[in-house]
Antibody, heavy 119, light 109 residues
């Protein structure tokens, strides 16, 4: 049974970098069949795709966030990570990690983690 | 890229059918057969209900059907049940990225 679990600070100061890690169990992020990505949801609002990473290291980002986002992988630990720089209050959201299949941003989701941007 | 357009809410009585529309452009919904639908209950992670316009993942009831015509995709829930009350989001591939709809609240009367 594939499981994804987000971890990282729940509070980040404005202008700093948000960093989250997703630990995958029951499957390998080295599989060529899947991408691994991040999606966020501000409180009371809709979903926003952030980006995805493929097994070969290639990455795809939301054009509106591309300048601030980095998704990376730690294959031995079966983890992938999100870094979002220069955060503001508008980046406050529940952040989900997900397995991404071709054409579909998420068929399996983590439970989500709330990150609040505040001083 | 702009968010896909969904109605804010739809409602129906148990046993009835409801349809949620999802309107995009010729650059997203109209360009690819990669429309997916997600169900989200309060406080929970979304759940994939439909992918590739009309395919259901294992375990999703066949009461949920997806379709597409031109730049508009649709999700139909037949035989509405109390547990179907949730928010529903559509999503389309846009060629290197994805865009979601704003979400539709489904209420079972």
């Amino acid at each position: 049974q594939l499981q994804l679990q987000e971890s990282g600070p729940g509070l980040v100061k404005p202008s700093e970098t948000l960093s989250l890690t997703c630990t995958v169990s029951g499957g390998s992020i080295s599989s060529s069949s899947y991408y691994w990505g991040w999606i966020r949801q501000p409180p009371g609002k809709g979903l926003e795709w952030i980006g995805s990473s493929y097994y070969d290291g290639s990455t795809y980002y939301n054009p509106s966030l591309k300048s601030r986002v980095t998704i990376s992988r730690d294959t031995p630990k079966n983890q992938f990570s999100l870094k979002l720089s220069s955060v503001t209050a508008a980046d406050t959201a529940v952040y989900y990690c997900a397995r991404d299949i071709i054409g579909t941003p998420a068929d399996y989701w983590g439970q989500g983690t709330l990150v609040t941007v505040s001083s | 890229q702009s968010a896909l357009t969904q109605p804010r809410s739809v409602s129906g009585s148990p046993g009835q059918s409801v349809t949620i529309s999802c309107t995009g452009t010729s650059s997203d919904v109209g360009a690819y057969n990669y429309v997916s639908w997600y169900q989200q209950h309060p406080g929970k992670a979304p759940k994939l209900m439909i992918y590739d316009v009309n395919k259901r993942p294992s375990g999703v009831p066949d009461r949920f059907t997806g379709s597409k015509s031109g730049n508009t995709a649709s999700l139909t829930i037949s035989g509405l049940q109390a547990e179907d009350e949730a928010d529903y989001y559509c999503c389309s591939h846009t060629g290197g990225s994805f865009v979601f709809g704003g979400g539709t609240e489904v209420t079972v009367l």
